[in-house]
């Protein structure tokens, strides 16, 4: 299977880098523009790695952890990104919440310049629940799940014995989300908002998405 990069052309885009497929690998490739045809020798980086601090949170801990990426992979906030610690042989998936680079926080960067991660451990997540039971009583209940479960508007949820009717989730950017039948995964959720009871015809969601 043929190879391809993005290069520059000397014919048609020398300052802009367009689809190339490399005809010769090795110490001297030769590549041909998938714009113009032109074939042509090819100075490619060598990717190289860099060792990335990263600073995990994980329910009330955080932990130091590193990790190993190409020095040009794009960070930023609100990504995901797997710490791989081969020193102690943690894997863990991350949502990226900071990044510093050249002593203050940005919100986006390479991996060679990136010298601090900070990120929320997302392999398990637990979400509160403001569960509101009449007019004037509201109960906060945790419940444990997987970071990709998925949490329904509209749909009841069993915490333990308790059935709550889902009304309204605020994720984690400040924004709420209402409208029956959205989809909000766990790792994005900052505080869910329900009723206590059940709803007429909405036993069939435990056995739709398992029995956390």
Not at 33 to 56: D, E, F, Y
Not at 72 to 92: A, F, K, R, S
Not at 173 to 179: A, E, H, I, K, T
């Amino acid at each position: 299977m043929t190879r391809e990069i993005d290069i520059e052309c000397p014919a048609c885009s020398p300052r802009e880098e367009v689809g190339h497929e490399v005809i010769k690998e090795g110490q001297s490739p030769i590549v041909r523009c998938m714009k113009c045809g032109q074939v042509h020798p090819a100075k490619m980086k060598t990717p190289k790695n860099v060792s990335l601090r990263v600073v995990i949170s994980k329910m009330e801990a955080s932990n130091t952890f590193k990790t190993d990426l190409d020095s040009e992979t794009v960070l930023q906030i609100d990504d995901e990104l797997v710490v791989d610690d081969e020193e102690t042989g943690m894997v863990c998936p991350i949502l990226i919440t900071s990044l510093e680079a050249g002593g203050k926080r940005v919100n986006a960067g390479i991996a060679e310049e990136i010298e601090t991660v900070w990120g929320r451990a997302i392999d398990e997540i637990t979400v509160k629940f403001s569960a509101q039971e009449g007019t004037d009583k509201t109960e906060v209940i945790e419940k444990r799940v997987p970071g990709d479960y998925e949490f329904v508007i509209g749909e009841e949820e069993k915490v333990g014995n308790t059935r709550l009717f889902i009304t309204k989730i605020k994720v984690r950017d400040g924004l709420f989300r209402s409208r029956k039948g959205d989809v909000v995964l766990a790792k994005y959720v900052k505080r869910i908002f329900a009723r206590k009871g059940r709803r007429e015809g909405l036993g069939q969601s435990e056995s739709r998405r398992g029995p956390w």
